[in-house]
């Protein structure tokens, strides 16, 4: 019983430490942001892919209705990111030398959680997400789900974390995310302890039982 109770202390011990990843692969196309309480879609790219749209290039409001209109793992209620644009011109580092992680400012915290506020430039940059545009030679804007007025809206460039305006008309990128943990997934470190804490329970009663 001791030698149990060591050898699931000493796990917890090199499990905990994982409990606390940020973006987390749910295995069925969906990347959970445990920090943010976000879900995003791991295929960068979904509205060509799916086939909703021959190259995902789309206008504003075409990139709008097509992630409200998204059902991904039977879930609707998907929308385009934020980002904060108080800052202009990127996701400005706070004081800590680290993107203040709001739910205002998906965009530029998804950069920081990718980059460390380096550059992003190959597929490895971007794990565990998929078929990002630019990495095909298109560097090229994502819209966001924010208005500047009634013409124009604001965008994102994934790979330097620039943003800025633009008419509606123009046709980006959409990258889709939901609010909450749409996957339901268990974090890594909980199914982990959640089996070896089961392993133990079972020797324990098998032991019981002699």
Not at 53 to 76: E, F, P
Not at 105 to 120: A, D, K, P, S
Request: glycine share 12%.
């Amino acid at each position: 019983m001791k030698n149990i109770v060591k050898a699931f202390l000493v796990a917890l011990i090199f499990v905990t430490p994982n409990s606390n990843a940020v973006l987390i692969d749910s295995g069925s196309g969906m990347v959970y942001d445990s920090w943010l309480d976000v879900t995003w879609l791991k295929d960068a790219n979904y509205a060509m892919t799916s086939g909703y749209d021959v190259d995902g290039l789309m206008n504003w409001d075409q990139a709008t209705t097509w992630a409200a209109s998204l059902d991904v793992g039977g879930q609707s209620g998907w929308r385009l990111p934020t980002i904060t644009t108080s800052s202009g011109g990127g996701p400005r580092p706070n004081e800590n030398g680290q993107v203040v992680p709001t739910n205002d400012n998906e965009f530029g915290w998804l950069w920081y959680q990718l980059g460390g506020g380096g550059t992003l430039s190959t597929s490895a940059d971007f794990s565990p997400f998929e078929n990002v545009p630019f990495l095909e030679g298109q560097s090229e804007f994502y819209w966001t789900s924010i208005e500047y007025d009634s013409s124009e809206a604001w965008n994102f460039l994934i790979d330097c974390a620039c943003w800025g305006t633009g008419g509606k008309e123009y046709e980006h990128y959409a990258w889709a995310v939901h609010s909450g943990d749409v996957a339901g997934v268990p974090e890594p470190g909980s199914i982990l302890l959640m089996a070896i804490g089961l392993a133990s329970l079972g020797l324990v009663c098998h032991k019981g039982f002699k």
